[in-house]
Nanobody
């Protein structure tokens, strides 16, 4: 069974930076597009960024230029670097495949506040 473990969240001031990591165990994700999602309180989960098998990134318009997604297939890890954080970015962040989702991990809480 695939397990996804997200880490790196925390409290950050507006304008600050944070890097999230996600590691998958139980399978290799090298053959799948991977993605980061987020869910703010009382909102539905939304797609934030996707990275293809060939490492081409795609971003939600609201985070373009501020977030960077990357992957390391050898380590079965996908990361999300977030710069210029805004309070609207406060959410629980999850990683998963870009489609045909695995079971969700616990996510990592990111709070942007002064």
């Amino acid at each position: 069974q695939v397990q996804l473990v997200e880490s790196g969240g925390g409290l950050v001031q507006p304008g600050g930076s944070l890097t999230l990591s996600c590691t998958a165990s139980g399978t290799s994700f090298s053959g799948w597009p991977m993605a980061w999602y987020r869910q703010a309180q009382d909102d539905e989960r939304e797609l934030v960024a996707t990275i293809t098998v060939c490492s081409t990134p795609y971003y939600k318009n609201a985070v373009k230029g501020r977030f960077t997604i990357s992957r390391d297939n050898a380590k079965n890890t996908v990361t999300l670097q977030m710069n210029s954080r805004q309070p609207a970015n406060t959410a629980v962040y999850y990683c998963n495949k870009g489609a045909n989702l695995w079971t969700w991990g616990q996510g990592t809480q990111v709070t942007v506040s002064s």
